[in-house]
């Protein structure tokens, strides 16, 4: 059975930085693409940053690009995703998520999901 498991959520200041984890089980780290997507109140759920199997393709959101920063662990099983330079507008439950490729991912061909982290930017 897959899981994944968020972790490293919190309160931060307008500035701040965060780093999210994403401890992943069921024998599908190596063989599947992953990824982040966020959601606020109200708003649909969106895609933030995906990384390949092979960690050779990076995507971001134009919202997050030069500020978050995604890569995976393979001996860990881990995904994890730097984020620095908080907005208040990045207040969001972050999910991990799985899907066959970067590609599917974008398009929110969704495999696994987690359940999510709450990250809230706040002074």
């Known amino acids: 059975q897959v899981q994944l498991v968020e972790s490293g959520g919190g309160l931060v200041q307008p500035g701040g930085s965060l780093r999210l984890s994403c401890a992943v089980s069921?024998?599908?780290?190596?063989?599947?693409?992953t990824g982040w997507f966020r959601q606020s109140p109200g708003k649909e759920r969106e895609f933030v940053a995906t990384i390949s199997y092979g960690g050779s393709r990076i995507r971001y959101s134009e919202s997050v690009k030069e500020r978050f920063f995604i890569w995976r662990d393979d001996a860990k099983s881990t995904l994890n995703l730097q984020m620095d330079k908080l907005e208040p507008e990045d207040t969001a439950l972050y999910f991990c998520?799985?899907?066959?490729?970067?590609?599917?991912?974008?398009?929110?061909?969704?495999?696994?999901w987690g359940r999510g982290t709450q990250v809230t930017v706040s002074s």
């Open positions: 998520a799985q899907a066959t490729t970067t590609t599917a991912m974008m398009n929110g061909q969704i495999d696994y």
């Open positions: 069921g024998g599908t780290f190596r063989t599947h693409a």
